[in-house]
């Protein structure tokens, strides 16, 4: 009896009953992105304040979006099923001088408020495809190569 007694007190001792929350991104990303003025930072500052971009692009100007993300795991009732704690993006524009010239700050619930077009584009596929109109032309080409048959009335 003693011997399960303390197999239950060791099993129990190590569960623990904190949530663990996973988190992928730059920490505090709401918090930096206050200190981030227009027309007055530059990419270096940028870089410097908040790290390296998770992705960054180059259109017309440069595109810097940094990521945050926060998941826990739930309660045991839910099966470890994982809530999202914070979901924010940060799209950061940068002029040819290296200058931010906007800052768009997105958080959970503004990603939860997009709206997608319910509209369904249709299937326009004509009859023939371009395999078969070309493999067709090959043939006429193979059974007539100097283009000599009469065309019938």
Do not use: W
Not at 18 to 45: A, M, R
Not at 52 to 73: L, Q
């Amino acid at each position: 009896m003693k011997k399960i007694l303390i197999l239950v007190i060791l099993f129990l001792a190590s569960c623990s009953l904190n949530k663990v929350i996973q988190h992928h991104g730059v920490h505090n990303l709401e918090n930096k992105q206050t200190k981030l003025k227009i027309n007055y930072t530059n990419s270096n500052d940028i870089v410097k304040l908040i790290g390296p971009p998770s992705t960054k692009s180059k259109f017309d100007n440069d595109v810097f979006i940094y990521i945050e993300r926060k998941t826990s795991s739930s309660n045991l009732t839910k099966l470890g099923k994982k809530t999202l704690l914070l979901n924010n993006v940060l799209v950061l524009e940068i002029d040819n001088n290296g200058i931010l010239i906007s800052k768009k700050f997105y958080n959970k619930d503004d990603m939860n408020n997009i709206k997608f077009d319910e509209n369904q584009t249709g299937i326009n596929y004509s009859k023939k495809s371009f395999i078969y109109n070309f493999m067709n032309t090959l043939r006429q080409k193979i059974d007539d190569p100097l283009n000599k048959k009469r065309i019938k009335n």
